[in-house]
């Protein structure tokens, strides 16, 4: 059987015997036109033929009607003349001149205007039409002229479509959707009632929650054309191009309506344009918004266009695309809840075979704070871990060692610690795994392991909240940061020194004291005072603060702070203090083990008699 070659292959072969015969093909044509070019003869006056025929150098002579051609000399030296006959010279006196200078003479029809004319269009056009035909057979050829065409991808829902009952998570979202199908099924019957439709439908929520995916299924519900098109597409280095690629999609929309226009990542074409004193602007950014804006104004949603767009940044928007008659509706797509993270594993493993002991509520409860993305990301990684490992079905275990994997990173047995530094990651992540099985407002833990993962994690302690939360008080705030400083304070415990493992937790540690100071008021020194604002968009943008204080307050943010750390690592250390055996003893059980589930814990705390969870500290 003939092994075929992948596609990338055949398609760069075609590419290259399109290229190839382009440059042959255009070169004999060139060769033509210069070799016509060439031997044209040259314009000359008739009194040159007669003095050329008196000194004998004339060979050849054509004689038309109204002009004569001559040529001098032979060979490659030989030239060759064009001059217009005088009118009234005697034919019979030219002929008689010709024979006796011994020339060789012939005579050819008149030639019109058209006909000279003619013998310069053909061969350019005939160059010119090769060049249209391989321009439209070379990959990527026409890119270079069509700039300023829309590059809108249009989805045939006829072979792709996608429908609501793949969405799942988002039930407040689909719901207002619906409506907007609706519309596009039943148009009139708004138009009965003088209602409209929002021109504009904004998708707002974090990365990976699918608001691309809840587009392209009211797409499909409604059974119209989908364009889709990214907002980083609109954006050239040639001003100007932004601009004339919106006008192009909404033209291309008018023409296929009823329809719906995406436009993914909107922030990128739609931040807040910079003021009149402000020294950094972008133009052809600019310039594109003004258009979308004028686009959007211009279009009338009676005749079935609805513009929808998704973005993770709406606070960087500009004011004028989110007023009412723009983009007038926003819709929320946010992170699922339990029962949300449930039905959208269902989603998944649909075709996904599952062995009896597989609980997806278990699987949801486990994994709080996962986008719908990255749940499809980790059934796609069990089904994998199954194949490996040569079953047929996916089991629990399998969906446990996908999240481990998601959420800490792969296992990287390759990288051997020696024992004294196992020995010291043992007890780091015991200290970790103690203060969240002792404090009362800690999350319970799921696991302990001291196998490296990731990139820099050389173990892991995983905590499995019991359900989403969305406030905190202050206790369970300072419980979290007891838990992240339980590490460094178990090595202190033990070895009365540091290493440089609880780098990581220190950080994390240390910004969440800080949102207490700064965000939230829970703090002494400086009290109920806001001092920063707290991010509107759904990215984490930590690192990019906007400051309204004085360096004065400055200072004394990070006394409270530096305060809050300290005190709470105090309390750390006085917890693993008191249960000094209880850690020694198992950390030796995890390395022997290198991984410990919850329940092993929580056993070996109840045969020791520690009470949980401890109210005297």
Not at 169 to 187: C, Q, S, Y
Not at 386 to 400: F, H, I, S, Y
Request: charged share 25%; aromatic share 6%.
């Amino acid at each position: 059987m003939e092994k075929k070659q992948p596609p990338h292959k055949v398609e760069l072969k075609r590419q290259i015997w399109y290229s190839v015969i382009y440059s042959l093909v255009s070169l004999v044509i060139l060769l033509a036109i210069n070799f016509w070019a060439v031997n044209r003869p040259e314009p000359a006056k008739y009194s040159q033929f007669l003095d050329a025929l008196d000194a004998g150098t004339v060979t050849d002579a054509t004689i038309g009607a109204d002009t004569i051609v001559w040529q001098v000399g032979a060979g490659d030296e030989a030239q060759l003349f064009s001059a217009a006959r005088v009118p009234g010279v005697d034919e019979s006196a030219l002929l008689e001149m010709l024979e006796a200078h011994d020339v060789s003479f012939t005579g050819v029809p008149a030639n019109g205007f058209w006909s000279e004319v003619l013998s310069w269009l053909i061969p350019l056009g005939l160059l010119a039409l090769f060049w249209r035909w391989s321009m439209g057979k070379l990959p990527g050829a026409t890119q270079a002229l069509s700039f300023g065409r829309s590059r809108a991808k249009i989805w045939d829902e006829s072979t792709e479509k996608i429908t609501f009952n793949e969405v799942a998570g988002v039930d407040e979202a689909v719901t207002e959707m619906r409506e907007v199908v609706d519309f596009l099924k039943h148009p009139d019957k708004y138009a009965a009632l003088g209602a409209h439709i929002p021109k504009g439908v904004l998708l707002v929520g974090p990365p990976g929650t699918g608001k691309t995916l809840l587009a392209r299924a009211t797409a499909g519900e409604a059974n119209v054309p989908f364009f889709s098109i990214s907002g980083a597409d609109f954006v050239e280095m040639f001003v100007g191009v932004g601009a004339a690629r919106v006008r192009d999609m909404f033209h291309q929309a008018r023409e296929k309506a009823p329809c719906i226009i995406f436009i993914d990542e909107l922030d990128a074409i739609g931040k807040s344009r910079a003021g009149a004193r402000s020294p950094v602007s972008n133009d052809e950014r600019e310039q594109t918004l003004n258009q979308l804006l004028v686009e959007m104004d211009g279009f009338d949603s009676s005749i079935g266009v609805i513009l929808m767009a998704a973005t993770n940044r709406p606070d960087v928007l500009d004011k004028a695309l989110l007023r009412p008659g723009r983009f007038d509706r926003q819709i929320t797509v946010d992170k699922p809840d339990l029962n949300g993270r449930e039905a959208i594993l269902k989603v998944h493993t649909r075709n996904v075979k599952l062995a009896d002991d597989v609980d997806l509520h278990v699987l949801a409860a486990r994994t709080p704070g996962f986008a719908g993305a990255e749940l499809a990301n980790l059934v796609n990684e069990a089904a994998l871990l199954a194949v490996r490992q040569g079953r047929q079905e996916v089991t629990m275990n399998d969906l446990d060692e996908a999240i481990d994997r998601v959420m800490a990173g792969l296992e990287r047995k390759s990288r051997v610690l020696n024992e004294k530094e196992r020995e010291i990651v043992a007890h780091h992540e015991m200290g970790h795994a103690l203060a969240g099985m002792l404090l009362p407002y800690a999350d319970p833990v799921h696991k302990v392991s001291i196998v490296p993962r990731g990139t820099a994690a050389l173990g892991v302690t995983i905590q499995a909240p019991l359900e989403d939360r969305y406030l905190f008080t202050e206790a369970e705030l300072r419980d979290r940061i007891t838990t992240l400083l339980g590490g460094r304070a178990a090595e202190e415990v033990i070895y009365g020194q540091v290493s440089t493992g609880p780098a990581d937790d220190l950080q994390r540690a240390t910004a969440l004291a800080r949102r207490m100071v700064t965000q939230f008021g829970m703090n002494e020194g400086l009290g109920p005072v806001a001092l920063e604002e707290m991010n509107q968009g759904f990215l984490d943008d930590a690192g990019f603060v906007q400051r309204q204080y004085s360096d004065e307050t400055a200072e004394r943010i990070d006394i409270e702070v530096q305060r809050i750390v300290s005190d709470i690592y105090e309390r750390a250390k006085t917890l693993l203090r008191r249960h000094e055996a209880v850690l020694r003893d198992a950390a030796q059980r995890l390395l022997e083990k290198e991984v410990m589930e919850g329940e092993e814990l929580a056993q070996l705390l109840d045969e020791a008699g520690v009470k949980r969870p401890l109210t005297d500290i």
